[in-house]
Structures are given as C-alpha cells and as structure tokens.
C-alpha cells in the first residue's frame, strides 16, 4: 500500500499507484456516503489549518520559478494566496449542496411484462488529472472527483513540487478523518515522465483521464493512450463585435475577458471587431489606454489599420502587425489580435453558426466557469464533444447502471 498523501519515486512504482487506486475503490462507501461531505469538509479545514506551510511552500516554487526564467503570467498561474483558500471552502460547500442531486435514482420505466427499469448512478472509477503549474487543481481535482465517489490520481508538474507536498499531506489527512480509502487520493511527487508515460498505458486500470495544460500536452495524451480522455484543451477564444454593439461595453467586456490571469483557458486571445464597429470600438479602447487601464496589453492589429488607430492608443501601448500565425494562437500572455471583419451577422445567426463549448452573448468571456454559471463545482472546461462538453461538474464524474426490475418476465419464452 502506497503511503498516503505525496507517493515519491522509487517507491511508488506504477503498479503500485495503480493497484492501490483500484482497492481503495473496492473499500469505498457507496455513491452519497456521509463519508464524501464530510471529507469535502476536512480538506477545507485542513487546508486552513495548514495554509501557512501551503503559502511557505508555494514562496518556494515561485521563487524557483523565477530563478528558471519563468514568464509573470506563468508565475500567477503558481501562486495561492487567501483567495484561493477560500475558493476551496466555497468548492466544499458547494459539493455539499450537489450530492442529494448527484445520487438521486432517475425516474422508474415501464417495459415488457411490466419490468420497471431505472438509472441509477455510479462512480467512473480511476480518474487521472495530468495538469502543469496550476495548484488549485490539485484540490479541485480531489474533491470533484472523490465527492462523485472515484479514486483520483493527480500529476503537477515540477514547478509546483513544493505546494503540492502540502497540500497531498492535506488530502491524506482530509482521507483519515472522514474514514475513507487512504488510496482514494494519490498526489504524485515523481514528475518522471517515464512514469507518467507508463501510467498512459495502463488503460486497464485507469478509466478517465483528464489532462490540463498546453495543447501540446493535450495532443501527446490523446496520440499516446487508449484511456478514454476529456479533452480540456487550449482555449483560443474570440470575442465578436458587431456594428450594433455599444463599444463602451464591447471595451470592458474585453477587459475582463484579458487582463485578469491571461494565461488562463478562458482569457481572450481574438477580437473580430465588425467594420462598422471599428471605430467607436478603437476611440473607447484609446479613452481605456489614456486611463491606464490596459496595463502592459500588447495589440497585434492589421499593419494597413495601425496608422489610422487614434493616438491616445499608440502612444500607450504596444502595437504590432497582425501576421499569419496570430490566427487560432493561444498567447498565454497580455497580448491581443483585433481583426476587423466586413461581416455582420445577428445574433442568432452567430450563435447558431458558430461551433463551440459556449458561445456568451453580452458578457465576458469568463462567464464560461461551472460555478459562475451556477452548474456548481469544477474541475475542468471540456472542449470535445462526447461524453460532456464545457464545465466538467461533478455530475460529468459518474456513470449509470440500469437496475432492471424483471418481475418474472422472459422475452422469448411462453
């Protein structure tokens, strides 16, 4: 048996993780247990009582990070601090609201020979999160996935090695005091990849993965797996102004889509400004700029546009020539394409047309998160199309099996 909490190379041999994942789920409390809130409850107590050692270890990967040379953006993606302790205890409590829905049998059919069938839910199984600097997931992906009844084994990456030391202690912990399966979390201190890559094969054990980061993260599992995988990919996100559009709210719902976490999967990255729209939207966007509101943001615009954009604009910020591979890019950083197109489409239209997780009418494109929609907690944004498609809530974490009540009825015989 695995020793709770961080299991560190050697010791903790692929088999090992894998087999000690499968038992914990054979000795888990069935779906809806008291055991599952209570063990939403202690890890955000737990957390709490230990979050001055999480912040002393989270210092140390960024200040390791920025000996590395690692970008101010990526450096935020590391970093915890009160507001993250208490998104954990809003996590907990929302969770404790989403059980009683989660575990409900759904409604009783009639069928042949008056065999009454009903879905009942149960839990996926193994899940495995693959993710890169991102701390916060190590705690969401515990809760979502261990709430919903699963066994869950979590990969960081190497820059949030320290921060993640502490909080698997948190987890073991938050596991020994609600009385479940110390197996049922497993935070892997050995970012080897050639664990990681023996873990990718092990299809027969593991029964969902789930990885987050870069595309070509994303790319590699889905080429080097057979796991079934919920592909929370890069978000290249496009916000479409039309010639209708107020451009005072256009600009602000830029903003917020831009400037807070850049690097994050719902952060902006494209602004397809219509022809008519292009210059209010400019003049608003240059009052912003002259206000200092648009920080360090980096424009990449259509070269013919750059000397018709008002000054105010130019000579607050950085303004490139929009080139080729700014399309479908990903910058993870204050940078912004505006491409300005001679379409204008209703909305409806453009809803209806365009293919993707959300299409957000009038508001930021970081409306696109399960708990601000009021879906409740999440673990991830998925991107592909089986299965579940955008906010992966803790619902997307369960299975059904049909209880069939036969009542003595054949199909074929007299």
Known sequence: ?????????????????????????????????????????????????????VEEANAQDLEDGRARGLSGPFLDRI????????????LGRSIARELPELV???????????????????????????????PTVTVEGALVAVCSGNAAILRGSTEIAATNAVLGD??????????????MVQVLGDTDRNQFRQLLRRDDAIDLLIPRGSPSLVDYCRGAT??????????????????????????????????????????LEMALVDEGAADGFFAALAGRAAAGELLDLRLRVPEELIGDLPSDLLAAQQVEPLVGHDYGREYLDLVLAVRVSESAEAIERFCRQVDAAAVIVNGSLRLHD?????????????????????????????????????????????
């Open 1 to 53: 048996m695995a020793e709770p909490g961080v299991a560190t190379a050697p010791e903790a041999a692929v088999d090992e993780v894998v087999a000690t994942a499968r038992q914990a789920l054979l000795g888990a409390p069935p779906l809806g247990a008291p055991e599952y809130l209570r063990f939403a409850e202690t890890v955000s107590v737990g957390a709490g009582r230990r979050w001055a050692e």
């Open 79 to 90: 970093r915890l601090d009160e507001r993250h302790l208490e998104l954990f205890r809003a």
């Open 104 to 134: 409900r049998p759904g409604s009783v059919v009639t069928g042949l020979g008056g065999l009454q069938a009903r879905r009942v839910p149960r839990p996926l199984g193994v899940v495995f999160m693959i993710y890169e600097a991102k």
């Open 170 to 183: 948190v987890l073991a912990e938050a596991l020994t005091d609600s009385e479940l399966p110390e197996g």
């Open 226 to 267: 057979q796991i079934p995988v919920l592909v929370g990919g890069g978000g290249v996100n496009h916000l479409y102004v039309h010639d209708s559009a107020d451009p005072e709210l256009a600009v602000r719902l830029l903003l917020d889509s831009k400037l807070p976490e850049p690097a994050g999967c719902t952060a």
């Open 370 to 414: 399960g708990p601000t929609m009021g879906l409740g907690a999440e673990l991830a944004i998925s991107t592909g199309r089986l299965h579940v498609r955008g906010p992966v809530t803790i619902g997307a974490l369960v299975t059904h099996t049909w209880r069939i009540e036969g009542n003595g009825a054949v199909r074929f015989l007299d």
